[in-house]
Nanobody, 124 residues
Framework: QVQLVESGGGLVQAGGSLRLSCAASGRTASYYAMGWFRQAPGKEREIVAAIGAIGGITYYADSVSGRFTISRDNAKNTVYLQMNSLKFEDTAVYYC?????????????????WGQGTQVTVSS
């Protein structure tokens, strides 16, 4: 069992930055690929970024590539999402996710564990 707790959301002006954190608990948390998803009002949940268990492989949605950076610190069982040059359309609830296989996550097939979500609001 893996529990995920997000933090770091908030209100920011367009062009600003935020860093989200996701603390994972559970003996096997470091064995999981981790990712960030988001869901805006009236839209489906979509993947934003993902990182392999070891951390060497990353994936980014086209809409955030070059602006967002995902990283993880397995010693702290924490994954981060650094968000720069934020846009109004980045406004959403951001969810942390864990899946045994990175490819399963990035292909949208299934997620083993979800966090409760954190709100990010970008004012234009």
């Amino acid at each position: 069992q893996v529990q995920l707790v997000e933090s770091g959301g908030g209100l920011v002006q367009a062009g600003g930055s935020l860093r989200l954190s996701c603390a994972a608990s559970g003996r096997t948390a470091s064995y999981y690929a981790m990712g960030w998803f988001r869901q805006a009002p009236g839209k489906e949940r979509e993947i934003v970024a993902a990182i392999g268990a070891i951390g060497g492989i990353t994936y980014y949605a086209d809409s955030v590539s070059g602006r967002f950076t995902i990283s993880r610190d397995n010693a702290k069982n924490t994954v981060y999402l650094q968000m720069n040059s934020l846009k109004f359309e980045d406004t959403a609830v951001y969810y942390c996710a864990a899946q045994r296989q990175l490819s399963t996550m990035t292909r949208g097939l299934s997620i083993d564990y979800w966090g409760q979500g954190t709100q990010v609001t970008v004012s234009s």
